[in-house]
C-alpha cells in the first residue's frame, strides 16, 4: 500500500469533510452486499477530490453516503467535525440524470428551489441570488424557460447554478457530465474550472474516467472494485485540459490504470462479473510492461 | 463482428484516397432554417375544430336516423330535443335541476379528492399506511358505488347525506390508486434532490410529489370526476323524488314517467353538455397550464 501523506499540518486549519472507516453496505433480497470497505480519506477547503474507480467499486455510494442518504454500517463521516446523519442542505448533489431539475419550475425556480425549501433566504434575496448563478453558467437568457426545453449540457448547467446559489460547505458531483456527448463534456469541465477559479468552492467529483480526474481534480483517490477500497490517493493539481496529450499526463494515466486494475488478479475469484474487468487489466498491464 | 475470411476469398481493395476540401459558408436567409406551415394545416392543428366537427357529423346522424325511424315518443330529432333545452334552460328548471346535482357534486367530489390525498401521503410515508391503502382499494374499487346507495339510505336518511357517501365512495378509490401509481413513478433522483434541500413530510409530498406525480393525479381526477357525475345521476334516478328538491336525474325519470320524451333527452344533453364543458374548460386548461406546459405529457 502507498504511503498517505496528510497535508494537515502544513494547511493550519483541519480537513473540512472526514471520511473515516466507512463501510456502506446494501441489501438485495437474497445477499447484503459490501459496496465500500472500511474508507478513508480527507478534503480540505476548496478541494477538487476526486473519487475513481471502474464501476461497481462503491463510489457513487459513498458520495450518497456523504450526501446523507445512505446511513454506514461502520465508522463515520463528518463535516466541520460533525457526523453526518441525515440529507441536508450544506451538501448539494448535482446528479447524473437529467430528472434531477423538477420539470414544474422554471430555470429561474429551479435555482432558487433550495434556497427557498431550506429556507435560507427570502423569496426576492432567493431570486436575486439565483440570478446570479445562472448568469455565471451563462443562461440568463433562457431563466424563463422550463428544462423540458432545454439540452441536455444545460439541464446541467442549471443544476451546477443550483447547487453553488445554495453555496454548500461541499459540492458533491456523481458523475455529472457521463450523460453528456464528448463535444459538450469537454466543454463543460472547462466551464467547471473556470467557476471554481472565480468561486473556489469545496468539490467531490465521482467519475470513471481517468482523464476526467486528472483534469478536473487536484487529488484523486483511487477505489477498487468489489467491495471498494482505497486504493491509492494521487495529485493532480499540475494537470488541466490542455495538459491532456503530455508525455507526464500520458503516463499518470497508465499509472492510474495499473492501479485500477492490478486489483482485480488478486481478489476476484472467478465471476462472470470480473471477466470483462480482468481483460482490461490484462492489457493495460501489457502496456504497462511495454 | 465480422465472419472470419474463408480461404479463397479475396479481400476488398482499399478505397482510394481523395483529395481534402474546405468549403467557406455563407450565411443563409432565415427561411431556409425554418419556415411557416401552410394555413390549411396549421388551422387543422386547432383541437376545437376537429372536434366540433366530428360533434356537427353526430348530431347530423341523429336527425337523420330520428327522421327515418319517424316516432317522437321513443326518439325524437336533435332540433326537438335542441328546442326542449333551450325551453327547459329559459325556463329555468334546468338550470336549477343542474345547480342542484352539481352542488351536491362539488361537495362530494372535494371531499373524496382530500380523503384520497390522506390515505396516499399515508401511504408514501409508512409501510402500514401502504397495506392500508392497497387492501381497501382492492375491497372497495371494484364495488359500484350505487351498490351502496340502499345502505347509505339506512345510515343518512334521504337526501344529501346519503348522495355525499356514495359520491365519496366513487370518487376515493380511483384517485387514491391514481395518485398513489404516481408517487412511485416519480423518479429516484427527483426525491434525493428533494431530500438534499431539507425537504421532508407534507412540504416533500407536496412541494415534491404532488408536482411530478401530477400527470397521473389529473388522470385519477378525471376518473374520478366521471364515476361521481354517473353515481350522482343514477342515485338521483332512484331516490331524487323524496329528498324535495331534485337534481338533474330526478328531471330525467320525471319527465320519462309523463311520456316527455324530448325533455328526457335535453336532460341527457345536459349531462353531456356538463361533461364536455368541465372536461375541455376544467381538465384540458388545467393540463396545458401544467403537465403540458411542463413537459410532463405531451
Not at chain 1, 118 to 126: K, M, P, Q, V
Not at chain 1, 248 to 256: A, D, H, L, P, V
Not at chain 2, 93 to 104: D, F, K, Q, T
Amino acid at each position: 500500500m502507498a504511503t498517505v501523506t496528510h497535508l494537515n499540518h502544513s494547511s493550519g486549519t483541519g480537513p473540512l469533510l472526514q471520511v473515516d472507516g466507512v463501510s456502506l453496505e446494501y441489501r438485495t433480497p437474497q445477499h447484503v452486499v459490501r459496496a465500500t470497505h472500511q474508507v478513508s480519506f480527507d478534503v480540505h477547503e476548496a478541494d477538487r477530490f476526486v473519487l475513481l474507480g471502474a464501476s461497481g467499486c462503491g463510489k457513487s455510494t459513498l458520495l450518497k453516503a456523504i450526501a446523507g442518504f445512505i446511513a454506514p454500517v461502520e465508522g463515520e463521516i463528518r463535516l466541520d467535525g460533525r457526523a453526518i446523519d441525515a440529507p441536508g442542505p450544506d451538501r448539494i448533489v448535482v446528479f447524473q440524470e437529467f430528472d434531477q431539475l423538477p420539470p414544474w419550475k422554471t430555470v429561474l425556480d429551479n435555482v432558487a428551489f433550495p434556497l427557498l425549501a431550506s429556507r435560507t433566504l427570502g423569496r426576492a434575496e432567493a431570486v436575486e441570488r439565483a440570478k446570479h448563478y445562472i448568469d455565471k453558467v451563462g443562461l440568463t437568457p433562457f431563466a424563463s424557460a422550463f428544462p423540458h426545453t432545454l439540452s441536455g449540457g444545460m439541464k446541467q448547467r442549471v443544476a451546477i447554478a443550483r447547487a453553488l446559489a445554495m453555496q454548500p460547505r461541499v459540492l458533491l458531483m456523481d458523475e455529472p457530465f457521463a450523460a453528456l456527448d464528448a463535444l459538450t463534456r469537454r466543454k463543460m469541465q472547462e466551464e467547471l474550472l473556470a467557476l471554481w477559479d472565480e468561486v473556489r468552492f469545496t468539490l467531490l467529483f465521482v467519475t470513471h474516467s481517468i482523464e476526467e480526474a486528472l483534469v478536473v481534480g487536484n487529488r484523486i483517490g483511487l477505489l477498487s472494485p468489489h467491495p471498494g477500497r482505497l486504493r491509492a490517493e494521487i495529485n493532480s493539481h499540475h494537470f488541466d485540459l490542455l495538459s491532456q496529450g503530455s508525455a507526464e499526463f500520458q503516463q499518470t494515466t497508465q499509472r492510474i490504470h495499473g492501479l485500477l486494475f492490478d486489483d482485480v488478479a488478486y481478489s476476484a475469484p472467478a465471476q462472470a462479473a470480473h471477466a470483462g474487468l480482468r481483460h482490461r487489466q490484462q492489457t493495460g498491464s501489457q502496456r504497462l510492461s511495454a | 463482428m465480422n465472419a472470419p475470411l474463408s480461404p479463397g476469398q479475396s479481400l476488398p481493395p482499399d478505397p482510394p484516397v481523395r483529395p481534402e476540401f474546405e468549403h467557406a459558408l455563407p450565411p443563409l436567409s432565415p427561411r431556409a432554417a425554418e419556415r411557416p406551415l401552410p394555413w390549411t394545416q396549421r388551422i387543422w392543428q386547432q383541437d376545437w375544430l376537429r372536434r366540433g366537427l366530428i360533434l356537427v357529423v353526430l348530431a347530423f346522424a341523429w336527425e337523420v336516423t330520428a327522421r327515418v325511424q319517424d316516432n317522437d315518443l321513443l326518439f325524437p330529432t336533435f332540433l326537438q330535443t335542441g328546442k326542449a333545452l333551450l325551453e327547459g334552460l329559459a325556463g329555468g328548471e334546468l338550470l336549477l335541476r343542474a345547480g342542484i346535482s352539481i352542488g351536491v357534486l362539488l361537495q362530494g367530489y372535494a371531499a373524496g379528492i382530500l380523503a384520497a390525498f390522506v390515505l396516499t401521503t399515508l401511504a408514501v410515508s409508512t409501510r402500514i399506511g401502504r397495506d392500508l391503502l392497497s387492501t381497501l382499494t382492492a375491497m372497495f374499487n371494484p364495488l359500484p358505488a350505487i351498490a351502496l346507495l340502499p345502505l347509505a339510505l339506512l345510515w343518512f336518511g334521504l337526501g344529501r347525506g346519503s348522495l355525499i357517501f356514495v359520491l365519496i365512495h366513487s370518487v376515493l378509490w380511483p384517485l387514491a390508486l391514481n395518485t398513489y401509481a404516481g408517487f412511485q413513478g416519480v423518479p429516484e433522483t427527483l426525491r434525493m434532490a428533494g431530500r438534499n434541500y431539507g425537504l421532508r413530510g407534507l412540504r416533500y409530498v407536496l412541494q415534491i410529489l404532488v408536482p411530478a406525480a401530477l400527470p397521473s393525479i389529473l388522470a385519477g381526477l378525471k376518473v374520478g370526476w366521471a364515476f361521481a357525475w354517473r353515481t350522482l345521476i343514477a342515485a338521483e334516478l332512484v331516490f331524487g323524488a323524496s329528498s324535495g328538491k331534485g337534481g338533474l336525474g330526478w328531471y330525467i325519470f320525471q319527465n320519462r314517467n309523463e311520456l316527455y320524451t324530448d325533455r328526457v333527452f335535453a336532460g341527457l344533453a345536459l349531462v353531456i353538455i356538463i361533461g364536455l364543458l368541465v372536461e375541455t374548460l376544467g381538465f384540458q386548461t388545467l393540463e396545458r397550464v401544467t403537465v403540458r406546459r411542463w413537459g410532463l405529457q405531451r
